[in-house]
């Protein structure tokens, strides 16, 4: 099974800061969805197939990645960016998803 | 607009059996290239995916979760299902159901229902 990790698991950042969240998998994965998640909400999908951005996020939100390492920008840092962001990918074996851990990014 | 809403009892008891309901409005579970799947989030905000059904009707079950787990559905009513045995604490929760993309993966997502299990 394969394990992603997150980091950081905590951080803040000032308005027009960049940011960057990076997720680590155990083994070589194929791609990388992100999400975004605020308080008494459901996750929403963010960024799909490691680059994409889903419908209405921000161009200042950014993917990138391969193999084992990923990572999700965000290049000027706005207030309404502080939410906790998690990875997930599907493995083939076994027939799987996995999601990290989340990175809780506050607002300085 | 595609909308997803689940339902369950909301407190049960340890050793019980649960069965939470999707309902899903603005397409059809049985639309090709879909799967629609079941999500818990425990309190401490840990994501772990339990199974999904496919729209041919093919399941897959998380490999750690499989022993006590059952998807089904119900596609006159547009409706899956997520029945789980045997709960103890540890499955105390919130569980989301979600529309799975072939192409963009988890991006319909329910407002969750939580589910407490204590005596």
């Known amino acids: 099974q394969i394990v992603l990790t997150q980091s950081p698991a905590i951080m803040s950042a000032s308005p027009g800061e960049k940011v960057t969240i990076t997720c680590s998998a155990s083994?070589?994965?194929?791609?990388m969805h992100w999400f975004q998640q605020k308080p008494g909400t459901s996750p929403k999908l963010w960024i799909y197939?490691?680059?994409n951005l889903a419908s209405g996020v921000p161009a200042r939100f950014s993917g990138s990645g391969s193999g084992t390492s990923y990572s999700l920008t965000i290049s000027r840092m706005e207030a309404e960016d502080a939410a906790t962001y998690y990875c997930?990918?599907?493995?083939?074996?076994?027939?799987?998803?996995?999601f990290g851990g989340g990175t809780k990014l506050e607002i300085k | 607009d595609v909308q997803l809403q689940e339902s369950g009892p909301g407190l049960v008891k340890p050793s019980q059996t649960v069965s939470l309901t999707c309902t899903v409005t603005?397409?059809?579970?049985?639309?090709?290239?879909?799967?629609w799947s079941w999500i818990r989030q425990f309190p401490g905000n840990k994501l772990e995916w339990i199974g999904y059904?496919?729209?041919?009707?093919?399941?897959t079950y998380n490999p750690s979760l499989t022993s006590r787990t059952t998807i089904t559905r119900d596609t006159s009513k547009n409706q899956f299902f997520l029945e789980m045995n045997s709960l103890t604490a540890e499955d105390t929760a919130t569980y989301y159901c979600?529309?799975?993309?072939?192409?963009?993966?988890?991006?319909?997502w329910g407002q969750g229902t939580t589910l407490t299990v204590s005596s």
């Open positions: 979600a529309r799975d993309s072939i192409y963009y993966g988890l991006d319909y």
């Open positions: 603005g397409i059809s579970i049985t639309t090709g290239n879909y799967r």
């Open positions: 059904i496919y729209y041919s009707g093919t399941i």
């Open positions: 083994s070589s994965v194929s791609y």
């Open positions: 197939s490691t680059s």
């Open positions: 997930q990918q599907r493995s083939s074996y076994p027939h799987m998803y996995t």
